[in-house]
Each structure stands twice: as C-alpha cells, then as structure tokens.
C-alpha cells in the first residue's frame, strides 16, 4: 500500500463521525420538508436492565471471575451486568438511533475506549437506497454482526455469555451496507475501525473489513457465516487478522439449539507466511416447557493456544471446556428470571479465586432482566 492510499484511508476512517452527524443533520431537513415521509416514520424508545448476583465461596467479594468473560462476571456481590436507555426512528428513506448505557459489562468490555465513548451503546444513521427497500447504509456504532449471542442477555437462549461470545466483538464502528438478496438470503458489508473498536487504534492507518451471509432455510431455522479481516495493532507491527463464525439455528416446536464455531488466524509477526490460531465450537439446547418456564444447556471449548485474544491468570494460555445449565421463567413478556449453573475447566489456572487462582470453577447466577420498547406516537 502506498502512502498516498494509507493516508487517504486514513484520514476516511478516523472521519466517520463527522458522515454520521451530517446524516442526523440531512434527516431533521428532510423531516421538515417531507410531511408524508415523516407521516409515515415512527420514533420508538427502548429500555433494558439487568441485575444479578453470583455465588461461589472460593471467589473474593466483587472479585472478576476472570479476565476473558465480561458479562456477570463478579463473585457474591449483586451487580448490574447492563443497562440501557435508546432512542430510534425509521421513515421510509432514513433510520436512525441512539443508545446509551451502563453496568459492569461496560466496565470491562468498554475499558479500551475514551470516556465519552464508552457511555454509547448505539449510535448510527442510515439512508435506503433502493425503491425495493431491500438496500441500507449505516454510518456509525452499532452491534457486531459477529456471534450470536448479544450483551443482552434476555435475547439469549442462556444466562451467561459463551466463551466463543465473550472473545469476539459486541460492538464494531463504520460503514455497514445491508442488502436483502432475496426471501433466503441478506448480505452485509462493512469497512470498520478495527477489532471491537469505536475509533482507529492510534498508529493503525488500515482499516478492517468483513461480511455477514445469513441463508433462511424457512422461518424458523438459518445458517450464518460472519468474516472480518483487519488488524488490532499498529502499522509498525502490523499483524493481519481473519476471523469466521459459523452458526446454525433452528427452532421446532417446543425444542430450540444453536451449534455454533468460531475459527481465527493472525500472523506470528509482521510479512509472515504462517500463523497463530484459535477455536471454538459450543452447542446450546432450549427446552420450552411452557409459555413461561424454559429449561436450556450448553457445552463449549475454547483454545486460543498463542493467546491472540485471551490471556488467563498470570497471563496464561486459555485451553477451557465448559457445561451449564438454565431455568428461565417469564412472568411477563417483558420481565425475565433467570438461574443458570455454569462449570468451566481449563489446562491452567486461568480463573482468579479468593486464595489466588484455580483451573477449574463452579458456580451459580441468578438475574432479574426487564425490557421495553415503547412506540410513540
């Protein structure tokens, strides 16, 4: 790449935010003078909590479970995991929202980002470019299309996240261009800011890209392919990085499963031929034993044998199995309780415990999560 194609790329990525505020500021124009879009355009307000507290009587108080999981991840304290407050609007050529948040998920997991940012959840606008209505762009901050498992936990067939979720994005930053192909199939592109990051690493003049291939076999049942491709450190010592996640999910009846696997490579060092991997598969079951009550497993592994994305206690390699089980019981549609055992063993003592570290844990969670979303009119 040659310098006047780094600085061009540059300079475009680390802007993003000014095509952003210029999209909120060319919408309230078209708002103004189009009654009959904005006739049509509707303004919802969303909101979620959720609250929890962890047992384990080898865990210090408050203390991390460990240093790779960012979701309901403190010992014998309750917490917030998150909370969130949004705004949104779709008319029929412009969408939009804005979404702030907070909780010891965003604690851990936003840590990276500078103060400002860490309080936004969602923030992004986005134009239709096509009469068929089956073509967007989207500038912004938005939730990673890797994975399928959110921060939100009430959107989640378990309580707590899965290793595989817990080691790639929830969040990504830039440009997304979301195509519906067809009934079967949508498509979306991005050109991004990095690896879980709102704004460009300082040094980092490349930016990373990545696409998302959803087939619908019927209503109730798709497959997934998610790429990205970029780098997470400076052009110094750039090493490039590529990540697949792959997943199935279906539902039938009372039954419902995700078999998810992740895969991911980047460069031993700068212009190298070979590579540093690491892996995940994990299965996750459903069980609806009414409207109200529903049970759900999961098994897991995740190696990350050369640490690209993990590092346990004392920095140690994180080779882990894990199993865990769910009670889940709805009162509401809007209220969600929640009770979930999880074990996790590792080949090193990679979990942080009241007496220093250990390489195997048990433990249980209980939470209260509560979501709206309110349409106004």
Do not use: C
């Not at 935010?17 to 999209?23: A, G, P, S, T, V």
């Not at 759900?296 to 199995?321: F, W």
Request: charged share 15%; aromatic share 16%.
């Amino acid at each position: 790449m040659n310098a006047k194609t780094s600085n061009f790329i540059s300079s475009m990525t680390k802007h993003i935010y000014i095509i952003l505020l210029l999209f909120v500021f060319v919408s309230s124009n078209l708002f103004a003078q189009t009654k009959t879009d904005s006739a049509k355009g509707n303004w919802t307000i969303s909101g979620y909590t959720d609250v929890y507290i962890s047992g384990n009587k080898s865990g210090e108080n408050k203390q991390k479970i460990s240093n790779f999981q960012f979701n309901h991840n403190r010992y014998n304290q309750p917490a917030l995991n998150l909370a969130y407050l949004g705004i949104a609007h779709e008319s029929n050529s412009f969408r939009m929202e804005m979404t702030v948040h907070a909780g010891t998920y965003v604690h851990d997991n936003y840590a990276a980002e500078s103060g400002f940012f860490r309080n936004i959840n969602k923030a992004y606008a986005g134009v239709l470019l096509n009469k068929k209505r089956s073509m967007w762009l989207d500038v912004g901050i938005f939730p990673s299309f890797i994975g399928f498992e959110s921060a939100v936990s009430f959107d989640n067939l378990t309580l707590t996240r899965s290793l595989l979720a817990e080691n790639s994005p929830y969040f990504l930053s830039g440009i997304r261009l979301h195509q519906k192909l067809n009934d079967n199939n949508e498509l979306n592109t991005y050109l991004l800011t990095g690896w879980q990051r709102i704004t460009m690493l300082k040094g980092n003049s490349l930016p990373s890209i990545g696409f998302q291939w959803l087939h619908f076999f019927n209503e109730s049942t798709k497959f997934n392919w998610s790429f990205f491709a970029g780098t997470d450190q400076p052009d110094a010592n750039r090493k490039m990085r590529y990540f697949n996640n792959f997943y199935y999910q279906s539902t039938k009846k009372k039954f419902a499963y995700t078999l998810g696997f992740d895969l991911g490579f980047e460069q031993k060092m700068k212009g190298a031929s070979s590579n540093n991997y690491w892996l995940s598969p994990v299965l996750i079951a459903q069980y609806t034993l009414h409207d109200q009550l529903k049970l759900a497993g999961r098994i897991e592994k995740y190696n990350d044998p050369s640490s690209v994305i993990t590092r346990g206690a004392n920095n140690q390699v994180l080779n882990a199995n894990g199993i865990s089980f769910n009670l889940d019981y709805a009162p509401t549609k809007s209220l969600l309780l929640r009770a979930e055992w999880r074990k996790l063993s590792a080949s090193n003592n990679v979990f942080q415990i009241k007496s220093g570290t250990t390489n195997n844990i048990n433990y249980f969670i209980i939470s209260a999560s509560y979501k709206f979303n309110y349409l106004l009119k």
